[in-house]
Nanobody, 120 residues
Framework: QVQLVESGGGMVQAGGSLRLSCAAS????????MGWYCQAPGKQRELVAA???????NYADSVKGRFTISRDNAKNTVYLQMNSLKPEDTAVYYC??????????????WGQGTQVTVSS
């Protein structure tokens, strides 16, 4: 059994900051790509940022220069530092990981989602 547990969401005023964390647990052999997605009401889930096991990153154009993704491979944890938040960043944020599980192989896993609300 593999779980992704997120934390760090909440409500903040525009211009503020939040830091999201997502820890993977279970019988994990290795984790390839990890990332954060967001889904606003009435919209599709979309990629915010992703990071490979080697540390290569990519970001949605809307968050470049404001958000930073990082990971701690020893802790199987990925982070999203969100600065200069805007009301349009309001969404449920989901952690995603591409995990190789012992004796089961490779699968995609999702966290339960954490709400980020930015007030103007």
């Amino acid at each position: 059994q593999v779980q992704l547990v997120e934390s760090g969401g909440g409500m903040v005023q525009a211009g503020g900051s939040l830091r999201l964390s997502c820890a993977a647990s279970g019988i994990i052999s290795s984790i390839n790509r990890m990332g954060w997605y967001c889904q606003a009401p009435g919209k599709q889930r979309e990629l915010v940022a992703a990071i490979t096991s080697g540390g290569s990153t990519n970001y949605a154009d809307s968050v470049k220069g404001r958000f930073t993704i990082s990971r701690d491979n020893a802790k199987n944890t990925v982070y999203l530092q969100m600065n200069s938040l805007k009301p349009e960043d309001t969404a449920v944020y989901y952690c995603h990981a591409d995990i190789i599980v012992w004796f089961r192989g490779q699968s995609d896993y999702w966290g339960q989602g954490t709400q980020v609300t930015v007030s103007s």
